[in-house]
């Protein structure tokens, strides 16, 4: 059974240049904004949400509710985060993001592709609101709440297990961070997926090298990653994380392991300006109305 | 006082129990046996998952089991699930406010396994993790009808669990109920409070105490979390000399802590005596031991109480009733833990 039959990388380019300008523009009315993780996944991104992954479609982009309330004994929604990937069927993929400090660029990816309101990003951070700064399960795109880094491959293998006990035909697939294999529960959920053999789990990194101290080579290095994941059982591809087809390409392959697909990325791709920005990538806030004003020059030439 | 005793009171209840509750499953983390349900894997082996010596993991693959209408029941120690996992627990299981059962066996200092395996503070954090709920088993009844009580609640359970040789204090016709606390005696001396295995200790002691004079109030507490049973504050309000509190658990955060918010909420105002371990870690000894070097005994139930009526019961050792040992080589246990 294909997976890829619907995808147009076309559309994809669109996304991935559409997620970039849209989070350079947040950055830039909010005085800061994840803009190198924008940068670094944006091919990723467009590739999850522009086909290869397959989520239902929605008739309209939802508008993201208030706060609904945390889950609870009094039965509070606790997935509508997931509301935003379309209804669930045995056969439909499911998406399961990781790094919940994508938010920002997750939500941009959400709007390129007509499920979320273009104006979301209004609400991004506004307290009582959904689009929040570190996503969680009632934020657009998330399923579970991970802002606490490398719960979310524990929790995905979970479910691709029970879909498994359920003879479901779909994927699960996780978005991850490398900064993310530096945390043991990584390996963990590494080798159990491995022994159950969990081919339809299937991981995405945004290998982009950096984190919040800086590159993660200098503060904790993970490498090679691709060499330590087959050793735990893993069919593994490393790829070039803005060739689009490339991602395409991995992202087809039907294996009986489960499978990952390491995006090596650079975080300042399509924003050449960010380069003065090294080494510290995590989070752009502008030194002053100088650097803002040749961001936003950026930003016209990117819309041009 | 002599009880029948109940070998592997979890094992094939559990077993007979979930034959007709396919969503049902178990998780372990290589205490498989040392947690009564080898025989369960045996039986329902499509329904048993070895997650290995990983339970950070473990918590999140419970976590997507019960997002996708599974029941994960996590049977391992106590220290297991809430010490090493506890932001697992936290993030992966109790925020989203899953049906994870958490099976916690050893709870407090009933294993000679020292330190590492002695859950002293689980109740503790376990009262502090919102959307949980918490229950202790005291005897085989109870460690055989919680499963109904877990099994009805919406959201996330941590079960104090008993295992291997286990008395049968209560009649199999009164199952464990939520947030019920079993009223064994009234009186209005004193008003006595305990839970877990420290039930079955306090009534070495009770009947003694009562045959010198004290009539006493005593509850047996199986529910932690919530702690709004009305019986409660209505037994404490009765008490004239006062309360004393008993659990196989630090004195911050447990029972004691419980009982000291509920009568400060009703503004009682008689003393509070909490025996339990005083902010110490324990060591590897038996369980016997342990009670008597950490005051966790009879013999501290009777001083406690004398101090608080400021007389001696004149109650010498050997009349409290022969304390039960459970051989630390039972053949009842997987291994000497």
């Given amino acids: 059974m294909s997976h890829t039959s619907t995808v147009d990388t076309t559309e994809i380019e669109r996304i991935a240049a559409g997620i970039r300008r849209r989070v350079l523009e947040h950055t830039l009315t909010n005085n800061g904004g994840y803009m190198s993780q924008a940068c670094s996944a944006a091919e990723l991104l467009g590739c999850l949400y522009g086909g290869m992954v397959d989520l239902a479609p929605l008739p309209a982009p939802l508008i993201p509710p208030a706060f609904p309330g945390t889950p609870g004994p009094n039965g509070i929604n606790r997935r509508s985060g997931a509301d935003f990937h379309g209804p669930t069927s045995p056969s ?34 506004r307290d009582g609101g959904t689009v929040e700064m570190i996503g969680a399960e009632h934020s657009p795109g998330f399923e579970t709440t991970t802002g606490s880094l490398a719960q979310a491959i524990s929790q995905a293998g979970g479910i691709a297990l029970a879909r498994r006990l359920k003879n479901e035909t779909g994927r699960t697939w996780v978005f991850m961070s490398d900064g993310e294999f530096q945390e043991g529960q990584t390996w963990e959920a590494l080798n159990a997926a491995s022994f159950y053999k969990l081919s339809k789990l299937r991981v995405i990194v945004d290998v982009n090298g950096g984190q919040c101290d800086g590159p993660m080579d200098t503060v904790m290095g993970i490498e090679p990653l691709a060499e330590r994941i087959a050793a735990f059982g893993w069919n593994v591809h490393s790829v070039d994380g803005h060739s689009i087809e490339a991602i395409l390409e991995a992202g087809a392959d039907e294996n009986d392991k489960p499978t990952m697909i390491l995006c090596y990325t650079d975080p300042v791709r399509g924003l050449p300006i960010l380069e003065e920005r090294r080494p510290v990538l995590h989070y752009l806030r502008f030194t002053g109305e100088e650097e803002q004003a040749r961001y936003q020059a950026a930003l016209e030439e990117m819309s041009r | 006082m002599s009880y029948d005793i109940v070998a592997r009171p979890h094992q094939q209840n559990f077993i007979d129990w979930a034959a007709d509750k396919p969503e049902v499953l178990v998780l372990s983390a290589d205490l498989t046996n040392s947690c009564e349900v080898g025989k369960w894997r045996d039986t329902y082996p499509e329904r048993f998952f070895s997650m290995g010596m990983a339970e950070q993991n473990m918590l999140g693959y419970a976590a997507g089991l019960a997002r996708e209408g599974f029941e994960p029941w996590l049977h391992t120690f106590a220290v297991f699930l809430y010490r090493r996992p506890l932001d697992q627990l936290q993030m992966s299981v109790a925020y989203p406010s899953l049906k994870v059962r958490l099976i916690a066996f050893l709870p407090g200092i009933m294993t000679p396994g020292g330190v590492t395996h002695q859950a002293i503070e689980d109740i503790a954090i376990m009262r502090a993790i919102p959307n949980m709920t918490v229950l202790e088993v005291g005897d085989a009844t109870e460690a055989q009808s919680v499963l109904d009580v877990a099994h009805a609640i919406d959201g996330p359970v941590y079960v104090r669990m008993l295992r291997g040789e286990v008395s049968r204090i209560f009649p199999e016709s009164e199952p464990f109920q939520l947030n019920t606390a079993r009223i064994l005696s009234t009186g209005e001396d004193l008003t006595l409070i305990t839970s877990g295995i420290m039930t079955e200790e306090a009534l070495r002691a009770v009947p003694m105490m009562q045959e010198r004079g004290l009539s006493i109030t005593h509850l047996h507490i199986s529910t932690l979390k919530p702690f709004d049973d009305p019986r409660v504050i209505s037994a404490i309000a009765r008490a004239r000399h006062g309360v004393i509190t008993m659990e196989n658990h630090i004195t911050v955060g447990g029972l004691g802590s419980a009982v000291a918010e509920l009568m400060a909420e009703h503004a009682v105002g008689v003393p509070l005596r909490r025996i339990g371990v005083r902010d110490t870690y324990a060591h590897g000894a038996s369980q016997k031991y342990l009670m008597a070097e950490l005051g966790l005994d009879a013999r501290s139930l009777v001083e406690t109480a004398e101090s608080l009526v400021g007389r001696s019961l004149g109650i010498n050792d050997d009349e409290l009733t022969q304390v039960r040992t459970v051989n630390v080589h039972s053949s009842a246990k997987a291994e000497g833990l």
């Fill in chain 1, 92 to 125: 439909a993929d499911r998406l399961v993001s990781s790094p919940a400090h994508y938010a920002l660029v997750i939500y941009a990816a959400l709007i390129e592709t007509g499920r979320l309101d273009e104006n979301a990003l209004d609400d991004f951070n």
